[in-house]
């Protein structure tokens, strides 16, 4: 299917936002939203975000990507994932002026992009759908459980790791300092209490990550993709939040979701064939519901 693909230029509070529509002829009436995580722009680790967005658009999805202030070449100040409310809305009423016959939008996230979707998501009814690629829950005790559990363990049959030991080239001293910290930090995590986050919004923005990301898929009514990478700390680190939080096992068995495992595939899905995939993952399931 034939598409065009155009610039686009608006405003977002005291800023200006550039963005890329991909815009298929005909369009369907569910378009898609990439929201790029990181510090990185509208084109992706790799180029995949624009790949997948011509993907998606020669199969008839109107796609829309683009830079939010601070980042590529937006204007504004740099921000994180925490504080892009404001650009998402933005956007997105911008794609509903651009492309008329849309009714509803997915959301489509990597890494912190996917906290940042689920943050905004269940307030605006018209986002009816998320993708959401190696959710980034990172806190400081859940990094420490994760790298105990899945890094060290790997690192003892890296065979540069023995190169560097023979060489004489490996720091003891700082491994066993390093080794130590990450014991103490995931001890100390376990310790720490949850704020309730049926207070005000102050208390709400104290809680850990993982509680406000849970809360904010719980009051999303609609469908949701998850896909995991299978070589990537981020989504051990998303694993293990998971298997220790009974509401979170509820919620992702639940029949709005769907989730796809990549065995093999790194964070950013470094390689064409990861790509590939998770573009058919993409499209399948937007045309499932």
Request: glycine fraction near 6%; charged fraction near 25%; include cysteine.
């Amino acid at each position: 299917m034939k598409f065009e693909e155009r610039a686009l230029i608006f405003p977002c509070n005291d800023s200006w936002l550039y963005g890329i529509l991909s815009l298929p002829e005909p369009v369907t009436s569910r378009g898609v939203l990439i929201v790029v995580g990181g510090p990185q722009y509208r084109v992706g680790s790799h180029r995949q975000f624009t790949l997948l967005a011509r993907d998606l658009a020669a199969n008839g999805i109107a796609v829309v990507r683009f830079d939010y202030r601070g980042m590529g070449d937006s204007e504004g100040n740099v921000r994180t994932f925490e504080d892009l409310q404001d650009d998402l809305r933005c956007t997105i009423n911008r794609f509903f002026e651009e492309v008329p016959s849309l009714s509803e939008l997915v959301i489509w996230g990597l890494c912190d992009a996917a906290a940042a979707a689920l943050f905004y998501a269940y307030q605006d009814r018209r986002i009816t759908g998320l993708v959401l690629l190696n959710p980034w829950v990172r806190t400081d005790e859940g990094a420490a459980r994760t790298y105990l559990k899945h890094y060290y363990l790997s690192r003892l049959f890296e065979p540069q790791l023995w190169r560097k030991i023979s060489r004489g080239n490996f720091d003891f001293s700082e491994a066993i300092r390093s080794f130590l910290n990450t014991i103490g930090t995931a001890i100390r995590g376990k310790t720490k209490a949850v704020a309730p986050l049926e207070q005000s919004d102050t208390t709400y923005n104290l809680a850990p990550l993982p509680e406000r990301m849970l809360d904010g898929l719980s009051r999303f009514e609609g469908q949701t993709l998850l896909i995991m990478s299978g070589n990537d700390l981020t989504a051990q680190e998303f694993s293990n939040v998971v298997n220790g939080s009974r509401d979170w096992k509820k919620l992702l068995a639940s029949p709005r979701v769907s989730r796809r495992d990549l065995p093999g595939a790194t964070h950013t899905f470094s390689r064409r064939e990861w790509r590939d995939q998770v573009a058919v993952w993409t499209k399948e399931w937007i045309r499932t519901w």
